[in-house]
C-alpha cells in the first residue's frame, strides 16, 4: 500500500538532504533547549553540521532533474560513464578540458570535451545524472553557483561551464634539488 503519490515520492527524494538537515536542526534546537549534560555540547555542533548539510542539500536539489530520460549514468573513481540506447562512452575527469550545457538539445545535454576524443553528451536528466554534481565539484575551480544558476536558467544555445586552464610554465617544470 502506497502512502505517497510518485510525484510527492520524487519531489521528496528529490530534496532528501535538505529534508535531513531540517530534521537535525530541529532535533538540535530542542536539545539546546533542554542544554542539560552531554546534549548542551553536542547541540551546537549538531546544528552547525545541520546547517551545512541543509545547504549542500540545495545545490544538490537544484541540480537532480525529474529523471526519467534516456540512458544510465555512473561515475566510478573518476570516470564517467554514460550507456545510452543510441549513444554513449566514458571519460575520466582529469581528462575533461571542457565542460559545456548544450541546451539546443531536447533535453539539454551535458557535452563533456576530451582531447582526441569525440565529447562525451549526456542528457541532463538521465538517470543516475545526480551524480554528475560531485564529479563536476571535483574539477579545480568551477563554480558550483554559476552552474545551478545556467542549469536553471533554461538557455536554448550552449554555455561553458568550465574550462581546464593550460598549466603554467612553473607547473611544467620538473622539480628538483636547486
Sequence with gaps: MMFFRPEAKAALWRWREVLAGVVLAVLALWWLAQARGVLGYIAPVMLVGAGALIMVGLQ???FRGAGGGLGTVQVVEGEVIYFGPLTGGSVSLRDVQRVILDGAQSPP????DQPQQPALMIPVDADGADALFDAFAALPGLKTERMLAKLNAGADAPVLIWERSAPTL???EPRGHA
Excluded: N, P
Excluded at 109 to 112: A, V
Design 60 to 62: 544538490r536539489g537544484r
Design 109 to 112: 545535454h551535458w557535452r563533456l
Design 170 to 172: 612553473a607547473q611544467m
